[in-house]
């Protein structure tokens, strides 16, 4: 999947703390949470606090791609199917899933959905480009939300191979910075 931007005004350069996981759940209101969330569950048959946590990634992915827009636009950010399939849910919310990009989440933008599986869009880029692409937004994700944990290995692709094949820490995963060729991170 790719993220397609829309000309908008740059964020606040300011440094923050860490946005917790409660805030993200306000982005969606009580009722909202709780209805992705048993949505989740009941699909993938997973725990209340597994689907949690899934829908929790899904809305940091799609919070860094609102407060990050001119680095990320167009990137394809590897999160796991399961992430993109609650992303279809909220879209199918349409005023809920307006109002959030719209309103609440910090580009104040609407952030639209084009599949692309990942083998495809290796083809176009080349592997060498996609993995710098996959890499760019791991620093954006730390100081949004702080260093990886084990919890998110299961919902980052990128993540849980630098962890498992390539024996990276989450501490070292966390530390990575953004590479020369990467355009700097507006914070």
């Known amino acids: 999947m790719t993220v397609e931007s829309q000309p908008g005004l740059r964020p606040d350069p300011r440094p923050r703390p ?13 009722d909202l949470h709780a ?11 997973v725990p209340t606090v597994d689907a949690e946590r899934q829908v929790t990634e899904c809305l940091r992915y799609l919070y860094l ?8 636009a167009g990137l394809f950010l590897p999160v796991e199917q399961h ?20 309103e ?13 599986p990942y083998e495809s869009y290796q083809e176009e880029p080349g592997r060498e480009q996609a ?3 996959a890499l760019r937004w791991i620093p954006l994700y730390c100081r949004e ?15 849980r191979y630098l962890h498992e094949q390539m024996d990276m820490s989450l501490e070292e995963i966390s530390a990575l910075s953004p590479s020369a060729s990467s355009p700097p991170a507006s914070a």
């Open 18 to 30: 860490p946005v917790p996981a409660e805030a993200l759940k306000e982005l969606l209101g009580e």
């Open 35 to 45: 209805e992705v969330v048993a949505h989740t569950a009941t699909r993938t048959g």
């Open 65 to 72: 791609v609102s407060r990050h827009r001119e680095e990320l």
């Open 83 to 102: 992430i993109d399939e609650i992303w279809h849910y909220l879209i199918l919310q349409t005023r809920e899933y307006r109002a959030l990009c719209e």
């Open 104 to 116: 609440r989440l910090p580009g104040r933008f609407f952030v639209h959905h084009r599949g692309i």
């Open 131 to 133: 993995a710098e692409e």
């Open 145 to 159: 939300f702080g260093p990886f944990d084990e919890g998110a290995l299961a919902h980052w692709t990128i993540v």
